[in-house]
């Protein structure tokens, strides 16, 4: 079945614009998390879904980044201001549940660069 | 707060070797543990985890890890490796405790296969 995709693949903007990236999660699953990867360093955390709420979003760095999931599927991570330091692989994960034992399952990732 | 540390950077073995990449945790609680291969311009992808029961685990791809409590340990294993097993590793953690559901990742290890 089809997995996670994310839109764009590649995004570049100038520094101070305004960005969306999309994610689809896997059709069923209830959870969707995002995780920005930093060139050279794992996956950080930075919000996730249970349904259409926000159940944790402590790793948002700044109120620049604000994410929805209005109907429960789809999610965008929207950044406003954008920085060069904001660059980075952007990563949407998706599980069946909430679970502390469930699997994520990753898409492939929006690459952002702020020039 | 949860942590994941992966010692070696990169890890080089000739094919049909076995291979280890070491990761350690660091958790309140009981831990459950994954580990994810991340293949260049690609997303993460699943291999295994541990939540409880057998101390090995066995996931795809002929890969397998054993978790080891009192050395907080998770290394993840395969009795013979492939040229295209090359790829960066990722080990993650998630607290046991509570509704948490992020991921933990550690800063990942490059594998590399020669023939």
């Known amino acids: 079945g089809a997995g996670v995709s994310q839109t764009p693949s590649n995004k570049v903007t100038e520094k101070g614009k305004y960005v969306e990236l999309r994610c689809d999660p896997i059709s069923g699953h209830t959870a969707l998390y995002w995780y920005r990867q930093s060139l050279g360093q794992g996956p950080e955390f930075l919000i996730y879904?249970?349904?259409?709420?926000?159940?944790?979003d402590s790793g948002l760095p700044n109120d620049r980044f604000f994410a929805v999931r209005p109907e429960g599927s789809v999610s965008t991570l929207k950044i406003q201001r954008t920085e060069r330091g904001d660059s980075a692989v952007y990563l949407c994960?998706?599980?069946?549940?909430?679970?502390?034992?469930?699997?994520?399952?990753f898409g492939p990732g929006t690459r952002l660069t702020v020039l | 707060a949860q942590s994941v540390a992966q010692p070696e950077d990169q890890v080089n073995v000739a094919e049909g070797n076995p291979l280890t990449v070491k990761c350690t945790y660091s958790?309140?609680?009981?831990?459950?543990l994954f580990w994810y291969v991340q293949y260049p311009n690609r997303g993460l992808q699943f291999l295994l985890k541990y939540i409880t029961g057998d101390n090995l685990v066995k996931g795809s791809y002929g890969f397998e890890a054993e978790f080891n409590k009192s050395q907080t340990s998770f290394h993840l294993k395969k009795p013979s490796a492939l040229v295209s097993d090359s790829a960066l590793y990722f080990c993650?953690?998630?607290?046991?405790?509570?509704?948490?559901?992020?991921?933990?990742f550690g800063t990942g290890t490059r594998l590399q296969v020669t023939l």
């Open positions: 993650a953690v998630r607290d046991h405790t509570g509704t948490a559901s992020k991921l933990t």
């Open positions: 994960a998706s599980s069946p549940l909430a679970g502390n034992t469930d699997t994520q399952y």
């Open positions: 879904f249970q349904g259409t709420g926000a159940a944790d």
């Open positions: 958790v309140s609680g009981n831990p459950y």
